[in-house]
């Protein structure tokens, strides 16, 4: 089949957040099972860009509105990513070092669709199905069913992946404009809440919806931002399928970032000398179990629950712990995260930013992850620390409730119900109790390890899905 992801973020390209991870995998693993796989997104002003080689296969024009953008697809020359990556340049409004965060994103992703539509529709071939991802590819769907100039293709089946419904993509309808023409007997189908949903417009339009985890699937019929009626409409095309993770680039045995390498063979020592690296970065007690969060300081991720939840198991445990954290988002959370620091030293440290290779660093040296998520359509990291030999400790929502299975059931990890700090210190005590049981902890880490969350195995269930909706061409 030949298949296209259109998609704001794609690793090692672009990526802030999980969506970057499974656009720049899954592609890969469809692509080394036969399929031919394109992935298309913005050209932003990243290094990617800057030290890879690109050509220019398409230029043109398009309208948004009363004003024109020139724009040019640039294809990446070597596929050294295991599939086609193709970049759409619009210089005035991608040519940036964000991905999102300006006031005109709305401008910036609407003509980012329009330009991959009159690219895709001006090829002699039509693709076999488009796989778009959250609300910045939504209208395409809608687009590709009613606008007169991509009538070429109204039969080609398209699928929206939902990574996050907490963000829709909405804009006021006096910006109708911006779209290319289309008959007005259609308008309604834009509307959601009295405005464009670019999220609503496509779980309205694609031929069939996928979330990232069955559970989150379960979960949005009854908390999705206001859109739960709509997905309860679409329950019959819709379907849940969980995340994997790339195994290639997350592997302790071959990762370039750690300090030593490991397996499950040896897993005690190296996670002991890479604990030792990083306590020694960040002035921590290597002797000490170490707990981490990774990720975004967001209500969403429970981020406002840890500068408390820290402070308080920091103090329960008087310099018996260490907790460290990596991420950036709110400014205030990140400010009471640094002012711990001076009661802490020792054992308590953060950094605020984004770190990529100090991320691989601390799924490997630490001991448990934190993960006291509002909201998880799927989550990644959980996946990535289980595949290091890191106890994950997670609320039960969304995919972590598919993927971490508390250890008092004899799962691979440690789970609470509730995003409170109350639930989060909680569970470091149980997680501080059980570090003292070394044969009971070796055999956790051993479970985790052992689990199979190759993409492998799941992009069989993506060609399904494009295999089902072609049928109904
Ligand atoms: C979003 C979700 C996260 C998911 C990721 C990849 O970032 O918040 O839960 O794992 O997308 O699908």
Known sequence: MEIFHISAECYPVAKVGGLAD?????????????????????????????ENKFECIYSDTITLGSFNFSFNILKEKTDKLGFELYLVEIPELFDRKDVYGYE???????????????????????????????HHSGLIPFMMLYC???????????????????????????????????????????????????????????????TVSPNYLNEINYSAN??????????????????????????PAKDAMLSTNYSIKNFEK????????????????????????????????????????SALALSENYQQINILILGSGNTAIENQLNDLLSDYKGNY???????????????????????????????????????????????????????????????????HDQATVGDVCYSIQRAVNLYKDKEHLNKIIKIGMNTDHSWERVCQEYIEMYKLISNKK
């Open 22 to 50: 499974v656009v720049g995998a899954l592609p890969k693993y469809q692509n080394n099972v036969g399929h031919l796989v394109r992935v298309v997104i913005p050209c932003y002003d990243t290094k990617f860009r800057k």
């Open 104 to 134: 005109d994103d709305i401008e910036r992703f609407l003509s980012f669709q329009i330009a991959t539509l009159a690219w895709i529709t001006n090829r002699n071939e039509v693709p076999d199905v488009i796989n778009c991802h959250d």
């Open 148 to 210: 007169h100039k991509y009538e070429k293709l109204r039969n080609t089946p398209s699928m929206i992946t939902i990574h996050n419904g907490l963000y829709q993509g909405q804009f006021g309808f006096d910006k109708l404009y911006y779209l290319p023409e289309f008959d007005l007997v259609h308008v309604k189908v834009l509307e959601w809440d009295n405005c464009i949903n670019s999220l609503a417009v496509a779980i309205k339009c694609a031929w069939a919806v996928t």
């Open 226 to 251: 206001g859109l739960e009626s709509l997905f309860n409409l679409v329950r019959y095309k819709s379907r849940g399928i969980l995340n994997g993770i790339d195994v290639e680039v997350w592997d």
């Open 270 to 309: 190296g996670k002991q000398e890479n604990k030792e690296k990083l306590c020694n970065l960040f002035n921590l007690d290597p002797t000490k179990p170490l707990f981490s969060f990774i990720g975004r300081l967001l209500e969403e991720k429970g981020g406002d629950l840890l500068p408390h939840a």
């Open 349 to 415: 440290n953060t950094f605020i930013g984004y770190n990529e290779e100090l991320a691989h660093l601390i799924y490997a040296g630490s001991d448990f992850l934190l993960m006291p998520s509002r909201v998880e359509p799927c989550g990644l990291n959980q996946m990535y620390s289980l595949r290091y030999g890191t106890i994950p400790i997670v609320r039960r929502t969304g995919g972590l409730r598919d993927t971490v299975i508390d250890f008092g059931d004899d799962g691979n990890g440690i789970c």
